[in-house]
């Protein structure tokens, strides 16, 4: 099969290179001075159709290949100069011409041939017209974005340009759920894209551009074909179909408007197939636009989450999905000053999850093979409300709101079987979680630009978070022996509540004083203050009902935490030559002290933290770009809480309230290189970490249950960090790229009271390429290698794939998927064979409201995937179960 496939990508190729000839030269101006970034297009006399577009490198020089014996108009455009026309008629053989512009500013000209252009430079904007992508096969933005040269769409979903990730997706100048691409990504129509502009370098507050290093902030705009404006479009599927013992349902309504005063977008989805437009771990990360706003303050005090382990989906796929989900995003411009946007999302979820899994101790070997039914309920909230306030060019005042409300629950039955020094003990154990968390995040920032040489910005955050987790594990075994316990019960019901509150206050003022038109100065006051509480308790059901309170001061917690860093940071930004330097240095003063057992214990200290910045502007779209910085890392309230805390049914934790900070050391490297002449992207990476007087964990095992405190390492942590990758497109109908990446771990713990060196290394490679016709069918293929290395046990997945896509008699379309994975280990005693293949079948007219699809997932009815993954004193390897092959019938009425 692999031969086959080969020889017909190589036919394809083949057939493209011998049926066309080349067409270069250099695109100068008046002055013979070469003129990069100049667009030319190739118009085909006869057909109209645009058979070839080009932009000139840095020296001026362009390529285009063309048809023989073919007449063309060459149409040629570079902003601020008369566009060019000239006629060429070409034959067998390459033609090598020069054009000279003129020097004569007509824009308008040259704006309308951009306009006409596939892709187009104009500043740090990159504009690709979308239909010079389409074949027809596309329904949604992803489908579109995967087509664009540079642009890749993630498994998440999220956008990757020039390997850097999109922060903010918007249409038509206005946020779609801002702080999420993912929504935006699977729903927004295809047909109702002109075009995509990538703004790279981006920074929203205008005052702010250029004073920051925003060179890693990319954000997309998607502009709507006129048709789509001061009209409501959309459209509204509904589908039934079969499984393998029951019937299945999708339904999944989309609207949209957009005008310049305001937009409203509505996304609804129901169904049991499997579909979740908004995954628990979606959720979680979703930030709603808000950012680090202490990035480059040198401290790092981070909220953790007091979660209790609600199972995550792994790629997407479990044995059973229902969804119900319902989400809207509006903007309105109240006044041309006042400008207020928001969303809402609500979405509900029943998950069964299957797995069985195999868990080895590192140090003894021992092992738990545990099989697993869980069943899930997850209900998600989310709303934000913002509001920007630009009554002048000198002042912008912004408001958002956050909230966050969750109620997750999960019955786990499950069958353990220890294997402790080669004897086997076998138990069921039933857990119980349940939590309710909630979160409130406000943003308030003022910016004012006092004059061309002053500038303040204003930025404060709050965020309040407030959390229960509950857990109940009922076992025959008695895990842990706990004061007050009591013992010879036919069952072992353990249960224990957590509350934990937290006041978390962000508050900086920049100074920013303009010393030269390219060099500033940047002086930071700044402040964090967070004040938490947690609660703990640990209690018994016995066999008869009744509840024992463990009101031992061991098996509670009653903290108190507050933590405090103010300090002045300074930074000194110039631009001198290729080169723009910002080195920094900030001081801080940190207090901190956390109330327990009726005692206090405090903390005060003075630190000094450099940082430093620099990037090489090798080219125009060539950087090289380095990054330093030492930070000072501060644990939370769960790490100093000195009482015990179930982590699950075989694990017990205990905090450690005179836990000090640990110092990192980070630095980075990143290489950058986009060449619109051939659409040649390379991007390279790789970040080394070192982390000093980490907060690291002390385990000690009783067979396979685990006692574990933190402490305070003498023992340096390192990891080191790469990726690149490089792509091209070709011949205007072909894509390719290459992509690497790898990270190397090395941890320093006690277990059993022995220091431990635990190293792990994770490699992927992935290499790929596709087709993109108008009126052929349309292939991608590639591979996937990925290596997991853990304390000398190696896994490997190697995982080809294909697409097909064909648009044909102007009404079908016609969509393929396969993926085939060998997974296995370095001995073989795993080694499983799995594939997943799916294809739909849709029809509609030409101009025709009414679409009909025929759907298949899953066609193989594979029922199992496999996993790995590894911590610090253990190693796991797991089989879960997914949804079955279903077959889908539905109709779509577009508005």
Not at 99 to 114: C, R, T, W
Not at 447 to 454: E, L, P
Request: net charge neutral; charged share 20%; aromatic share 14%.
């Amino acid at each position: 099969m692999n031969k086959i496939l080969c020889f017909f990508v190589f036919l394809i190729t083949s057939v493209s290179f011998s049926q066309s000839i080349r067409f270069d030269g250099f695109i100068q101006d008046g002055q013979k001075n070469p003129l990069e970034m100049a667009n030319i297009m190739a118009v085909n006399s006869a057909t109209k159709a645009m058979d070839s577009y080009g932009i000139t490198n840095d020296k001026g020089r362009f390529q285009l290949t063309l048809k023989p014996n073919t007449s063309y108009t060459v149409k040629i455009s570079y902003l601020g100069m008369k566009s060019k026309e000239i006629e060429i008629s070409t034959k067998t053989e390459n033609i090598s011409q020069n054009i000279a512009m003129d020097d004569v500013e007509i824009e308008l000209e040259g704006v309308e041939i951009v306009r006409e252009m596939p892709v187009s430079i104009k500043g740090d904007t990159i504009v690709y017209n979308a239909d010079s992508f389409k074949s027809g096969t596309e329904k949604k933005l992803e489908d579109v974005l995967k087509k664009l040269p540079g642009v890749e769409v993630n498994a998440d979903g999220e956008i990757e340009v020039e390997g850097k990730k999109v922060s903010k997706l918007m249409v038509e100048g206005k946020d779609f759920f801002d702080g999420d691409t993912k929504l935006g990504v699977k729903n927004i129509p295809a047909d109702a894209i002109d075009k995509i502009q990538v703004l790279r370098n981006y920074n929203e507050v205008g005052a702010l551009k250029g004073l920051e290093n925003d060179q890693d902030n990319v954000a997309m705009n998607i502009k709507l074909k006129e048709g789509k404006k001061n009209f409501w479009f959309g459209d509204m599927t509904a589908g039934i179909g079969v499984g393998e013992l029951d019937s299945r349902y999708i339904i999944n309504p989309k609207l949209f408007y957009y005008s310049p005063k305001y937009s409203i977008n509505l996304i609804t989805n129901f169904n049991n197939i499997g579909e979740l437009p908004l995954t628990a771990q979606d959720y979680f990360k979703f930030t709603g636009g808000f950012k680090n706003m202490m990035k480059k303050g040198g401290s790092s005090f981070n909220v953790s989450s007091n979660d209790i382990g609600i199972s995550l989906l792994r790629n997407n796929r479990a044995k059973e999905i229902e969804t119900k989900f319902g989400a809207t995003n509006f903007a309105y411009s109240v006044t041309k000053e006042w400008n207020i946007s928001g969303f809402g999302i609500l979405s509900t979820s029943k998950t069964d999850l299957e797995t069985k899994s195999q868990t080895t101790i590192l140090d003894s070997g021992n092992q738990q093979n545990r099989e697993e039914l869980t069943h899930q309920k997850n209900n998600l909230g989310l709303f934000k409300l913002s509001s920007s306030y630009k009554p002048n060019t000198k002042l912008q005042f912004d408001y958002d709101i956050l909230t966050k409300l969750t109620k997750q629950e999960e019955d786990t039955d499950l069958l353990r079987e220890s294997i402790v020094n080669n004897v086997s003990t076998t138990e069921t154990i039933l857990t119980n979680k349940k939590q309710d968390p909630t979160s409130i995040n406000q943003n308030v920032s003022l910016y004012y630009t006092q004059s061309d040489k002053n500038i303040f910005a204003f930025e404060m955050q709050h965020l309040y978070q407030d959390e229960n987790p509950f857990y109940n594990a009922n076992l025959q075994s008695q895990p842990f022996v706990l004061s007050g316990y009591t013992i010879e019960q036919n069952r072992n019901d353990l249960n224990q509540e957590r509350f934990v509150k937290t006041n978390k206050l962000d508050a900086k003022l920049d100074y920013y004083y303009m010393v030269t038109p390219k060099s500033n100065i940047n002086i930071t006051l700044g402040n964090t203050y967070s004040y938490q509480n947690f609660n703990s308790h640990i209690f018994q059901i016995l066999d008869n009902g009744d509840k024992n309170d463990l009101n031992d001061a061991a098996n509670n917690n009653q903290v108190k935490y507050n933590f405090d860093d103010v300090f002045l940071g300074f930074h000194y930004k110039i631009l001198t030559g290729k080169f723009t330097l910002t080195p920094g240095v900030s001081v801080h003063s940190y207090a901190m002290t956390n109330t327990q057992s009726g005692t206090d214990y405090s903390q005060n200290f003075i630190k000094v933290l450099p940082d430093f910045f620099a990037l090489y502007q090798i080219k125009k779209s060539e950087t090289l770009t380095y990054n330093f910085s030492l930070t000072n890392d501060f644990t939370d309230i769960n790490q100093l809480a000195a009482g015990y805390v179930l982590s699950d049914y075989s694990s017990l934790f205990r905090g450690d309230r005179t836990l000090e900070n640990a110092t990192s050391q980070v630095h980075s490297l990143r290489y950058f290189k986009y060449n619109m002449f051939n659409f040649e992207n390379i991007f390279a990476n790789a970040t080394y970490t070192k982390k000093v007087d980490a907060i690291k964990t002390k385990a000690d095992f009783t067979g396979i249950n685990q006692s574990s405190s933190p402490y305070n390492s003498n023992l340096a942590d390192e990891t080191l960090s790469g990726m690149g990758s490089y792509g091209r497109s070709f011949l205007k109908n072909y894509k390719a790229s290459v992509n690497a990446s790898l990270n190397w771990s090395k941890f320093n713990n006690i277990q059993n009271e022995k220091v431990t060196t635990t190293e792990s290394f994770t490699q992927s490679y992935t290499v790929k390429a596709s087709t993109n016709y108008k009126n052929l069918p349309n292939i991608e293929f590639g591979y996937n290698a990925l290596i997991n290395q853990y304390s000398g046990s190696t896994y490997y997945t190697d995982k080809p794939f294909a697409r097909l896509d064909y648009y044909f008699l102007n009404s079908f379309s016609f969509v393929s998927e396969y993926e085939f994975y060998h997974y296995y280990n370095s001995n073989k005693t795993v080694d499983n064979e799995y594939d997943f293949l799916s294809a739909s079948l849709i029809y509609q007219k030409k101009d025709s409201k009414w679409e009909y699809k025929i759907s298949a997932t899953n066609l193989l009815n594979t029922r199992y995937l496999n996993d790995d993954s590894f911590s610090q004193f253990s190693t796991r390897v797991s089989q879960y179960t997914v949804q079955p092959r279903y077959i889908i019938f539905s109709m779509k009425y577009n508005l």
